[in-house]
């Protein structure tokens, strides 16, 4: 009796995945360990190995397809099978025998068919669900299957609508019009992976977080002198010191004054968890999109050790090797676009925290300090909070408790572990 290969909850809240490539085919034969495929779940490639050595029977879902845990994956032949479950991310069962399909009624779209979110897609743009047909598993209709149907024909059909004469009625009929586009006019992108899970994410957040944006700048020269000290002394050790080890320190030092910035609401229990550790998110950029990495405890750890990590972590989430739980349980984060460009900007928080502050370009400026106009090293920052739990005095008096420790690093010198 063949045996199915079920997709297994990968641990973090884990629900689902996206099939990214498979290595295998219907009728190839593999050994223990071997992999099967590659699954993207929530930013990280999580590769997928056989249960056995054997043949497989039957594969289930395409490359760019959603599956969710408890999925089949694969079907192997009963010939021969030896198991190993000891690296395999799966679960195993008997493949049930003479299943009925069930026949829905055509007339009305089984929920089991579109998850809530999909049918809100639908009705959102006016797609009849009962039309669409599903591409996902059992038939499933998925984001991609609403999109497609509602821009499906790239040459449509408008028909002109009749014309009242003056004092009388409109004319019967219209005039059928061919609208054409011109060849190559439109490229058609597939929406998944990380852009997809970025937007889901980006979309919980602004729906369910009244967001609110502080902006003031930080006056980086002296932290600038101290940057320029260590840095050779740093690079020896084949590190790069940036700046964002000393922001990064700031933050903490300002969310031990104002632990409010350090929570999240617990919506089903109408709580406020005020969180009693650090976990500093950082959003890097990378090409295959933005991914935010925790730096765990940071407050726990030096300048040097932060810098090691932010290189490390960093390198994994451009290559696409980090850890899944590298991508989990940050409770403030920190996004610098200004390596990019850009001044102020208005941040979406990493929900379900409860603040990110964006840092700018650092720019030369002239300032005026004790009646005299000086150059100094300004950095435009950006502080969005979730007005639910933070008021506006709060969230300015953390800003200012950041810029004070940005301005006078030797308070970070005095309060390091």
């Known amino acids: ?17 996206e099939i990214v490539k498979w290595f295998v085919q219907e009728g190839s034969a593999v050994t223990v360990d071997q992999t099967l495929l590659e699954v993207e779940t929530d930013k990280a490639i ?29 079907e192997f032949s009963d010939e021969r099978l030896k198991k190993d479950f000891g690296s395999v991310v799966g679960i195993l ?23 809530p979110s999909v049918r809100v897609l639908a009705r959102s743009i006016g797609v009849d669900l009962n039309r669409v047909k599903g591409t996902g598993p059992e038939g499933r209709i998925r984001k991609e299957d609403v999109l497609a149907y509602s821009s499906a024909s790239e040459v449509e059909s408008k028909r002109l609508a009749p014309h009242a004469a003056p004092g009388g009625k409109p004319e019967s009929g219209g005039i059928e019009i061919e609208v054409v586009r011109p060849p190559d006019s439109v490229e058609r992108i597939p929406f998944k992976g990380i852009r997809r899970t970025a937007a889901r994410l980006v979309v919980d957040s602004v729906q369910k977080i009244p967001h609110v944006t502080f902006m003031d700048k930080a006056d980086m020269t002296r932290l600038q002198e101290v940057r320029e000290q260590e840095k050779t002394a740093i690079e020896k050790q084949g590190l790069k010191l940036t700046y964002l080890p000393f922001i ?31 976990h500093i998110g950082i959003a890097v950029d990378t090409p295959n999109g933005l991914m935010v990495f925790a730096l765990k405890n940071a407050d726990q750890k030096s300048i040097l050790e932060i ?3 932010l290189n490390d972590l960093g390198q994994k989430a451009v290559s696409r090797t980090i850890d899944l739980k590298d991508l989990k349980g940050s409770t403030f984060t920190i996004t610098n676009y200004g390596v990019i460009g850009g001044t102020y900007g208005t941040p979406i928080i990493n929900y379900p925290e409860a603040a990110i502050l964006g840092v700018g370009k650092i720019e030369d400026q002239a300032v005026v300090i004790n009646g005299k106009i000086v150059i100094r090293k300004i950095a435009p920052l950006s502080l969005a909070f979730d007005h639910r739990l933070i008021d506006g005095a709060d969230a300015g008096r953390f800003l200012n408790a950041v810029i004070e420790h940005i301005q006078n690093p030797n308070l970070l010198l005095i309060e390091s572990r």
């Open 46 to 74: 999580v590769p997928i190995s056989s249960p056995f050595t054997g043949i497989i029977k039957a594969i289930h879902g395409k490359e760019g397809e959603i599956i969710k845990v408890g999925d089949v994956l694969v």
């Open 93 to 115: 069962e008997e493949a049930p025998e003479d299943l009925e399909e069930a026949r829905p009624d055509p007339g009305v779209i089984e929920k089991s068919r579109a998850i």
């Open 248 to 278: 990064i320190k700031s933050v903490i030092a300002g969310l031990k004054l104002y632990p409010y910035l350090n929570s999240s609401l617990d919506e089903g229990r109408q709580e406020i968890i005020l969180k009693k550790y650090y």
């Open 307 to 309: 810098a090691r990590e």
């Open 1 to 17: 009796m063949p045996k199915e290969f079920k997709f297994a909850d990968l641990g973090e809240g884990i629900t689902e995945g």
